[in-house]
């Protein structure tokens, strides 16, 4: 079992940056890809950001390509999301998602752990 806590959620202005965190135990993250997923209210929950175990791939939306960057540190066992350039449409209670397996993936069923979520608002 993984546990995924997520953090870092807060209020940012538009045009600003935030990083969220997302910490593991139970397991070490080096054997799982991960990524952020995001649901705004009345919306369904959409891919954010991902990145291979390895650090080597990484892949995002086209919403939020060239603004936010997904990283890991395998030793801390977290993972990171630097949202940059806030927009208003950023506004969502972002999760944490982890697979096992290498590669990452867009699809949410391919996620086997998830996260609380923390709330990120943007203002305007």
């Known amino acids: 079992q993984v546990q995924l806590v997520e953090s870092g959620g807060g209020l940012v202005q538009a045009g600003g940056s935030l990083r969220l965190s997302c910490a593991a135990s139970?397991?070490?993250?080096?054997?799982?890809?991960m990524a952020w997923f995001r649901q705004a209210p009345g919306k369904e929950r959409q891919f954010v950001a991902a990145?291979?175990?390895?650090?080597?791939?990484?892949s995002y939306a086209d919403s939020v390509k060239d603004r936010f960057t997904i990283s890991r540190d395998n030793a801390k066992n977290t993972v990171y999301l630097e949202m940059n350039s806030a927009k208003p449409e950023d506004a969502a209670v972002y999760y944490c998602?982890?697979?096992?397996?290498?590669?990452?993936?867009?699809?949410?069923?391919?996620?086997?752990?998830w996260g609380q979520g923390t709330q990120v608002t943007v203002s305007s």
């Open positions: 998602a982890a697979r096992m397996g290498a590669s990452p993936r867009v699809a949410e069923n391919e996620y086997d752990y």
């Open positions: 139970g397991r070490t993250l080096s054997g799982y890809a």
């Open positions: 990145i291979s175990r390895d650090w080597g791939t990484t």
